[in-house]
């Protein structure tokens, strides 16, 4: 089977032009027959002879005319199919391009419901949890207040301490502490850019501060790895916060 030939095969284009040619020169044998034979004919039948050549070269005009002009037609045709086709293309790309961003637009907006969720999550049981030491707390000090009433009177600190400290040491620490008559019943491991120093929050703890930056400063002493702490009033919203105790140290045991 034969391969139909395009619009652009130069083979076409070949046929096309020798057709022409071949139509040209039929046209030239045409006319130089129909002079030949008017000229052999009386002057006033002559009209007759041209009027034939006229319309014979009409009609082939007329052909070639309508050749170009459905050529024409056919490349203005296919250019605006080509368009259609590049603005069809571009369009698949602006849509494919568009569900893309829906999608990860629809899973980052999944994301963060998740996230929200979490976090709503996650605050309810921090209250819940605040609750529950809050009532072990009353229920500790009624306790406390019935079987060892000075206890109570004793300063709380809290510690929280970096660098090279080990948990035993800082264990050791508080029991000092505690036979100082100040109460340290926990510590944390914070890593955070802060200095040596203790945080009292109203005026009269001062002495309380000092006194805990003084124990704090023998214990580390009498460790091989001396330590300066200075006490500073800082500010809380808690109605009643413990002294804070904070360590970036080192001492290796």
Known sequence: MTTPLGPEDPELKLAQINKLHAETEKLKAEKLKLEQEAAAVPRQARGSYWSEVIKILCAIVLGIGGVVTAGGSYFVARNQVELAEIKSSQADEKARAAESVAVRAKAEAAAAVNLRDTARREEAEAAKSVKELRDSLAELTSKVQSENPGLLKRQLVYIQFQGDLSRALINELRQSLEAKGLSAPGAERLAAPYKNLVKYFRPEEEKSAALLAKATEEFF????????????????????????LWLSHSCKQ
């Open 221 to 244: 002493m009498s460790k091989g790895c001396s330590v300066k702490l200075r006490a500073v009033e800082a500010k809380t919203e808690v109605a009643a916060p413990p002294l804070e």
